[in-house]
């Protein structure tokens, strides 16, 4: 009987890691390219954020106007 995780004798696994987005060895051929547009999403929802407060701010004064 086979356990998880052992191979039979003759068998061979082969693996290609040639797959643009492989674990940690895409993760080491992309650099800094996360950590580079993770900033710029965080930056964008920041702005977003800050938008939409100041639409609320002025919504209350042309309410509070009328």
Sequence with gaps: MQE????????????HNNSPQGGVAG???????????????NI????GFAAFAYT???VLKAVDNS
């Design 56 to 58: 609320v701010k002025c």
């Design 27 to 41: 993760a080491t051929r992309e650099g800094n390219n996360g950590l580079i547009s993770s900033t710029l999403v």
């Design 4 to 15: 998880r995780g052992e191979e039979r004798e003759g068998e061979h696994k082969e693996t």
């Design 44 to 47: 964008c929802v920041i702005i």
